[in-house]
């Protein structure tokens, strides 16, 4: 007695049908890219609220800047933990950043904030501006 055979089916032809309005061309890969790296910032639970990230920015460097030690001292954990996060995206995500531009900024991350006002204050402008320079790299081909 012999097992009976089962005959799978044929599939059609496997190739797969073009789809309609894509095309594989520089624009597209950076428009891809943009809007991947955007999800990836915004919807990231590794990432802050980005707007929240603009709003301590623009209390460090916005012509309005009046820092107090209490605000240096409030700022300096957010500006360095979405500092630590943006870096790790950076290099990550292979999102457009500029490797010298992590490699200048890296020293950051081991670097203690001082505590003297003048030099804390110093300190704090040069993480916002770090951050800021990583931020402008990352969006820098979103829609």
Avoid: W
Wanted: glycine residues 4%; without cysteine.
């Amino acid at each position: 007695m012999t097992a009976p055979v089962i005959e799978a089916p044929v599939a059609a032809d496997p190739s797969p049908s073009p789809v309609r309005g894509f095309s594989n061309d520089v624009g597209t890969h950076t428009r891809v890219l943009a809007r991947l790296r955007e999800y990836a910032l915004q919807d990231s639970a590794e990432l802050p609220v980005l707007e929240a990230v603009f709003d301590d920015l623009e209390s460090v460097l916005g012509e309005q800047a009046d820092l107090t030690a209490r605000d240096i001292k409030e700022l300096t954990p957010r500006l360095h933990s979405a500092f630590r996060r943006i870096v790790g995206m950076a290099v990550r995500s292979n999102g457009g950043v500029d490797p010298d531009a992590i490699e200048r900024t890296r020293a950051l991350l081991v670097e203690r904030s001082p505590q003297d006002f003048l030099s804390a204050r110093a300190y704090l402008r040069r993480l916002a501006i770090a951050v800021e320079d990583l931020l402008d790299q990352l969006l820098e081909d979103m829609p």
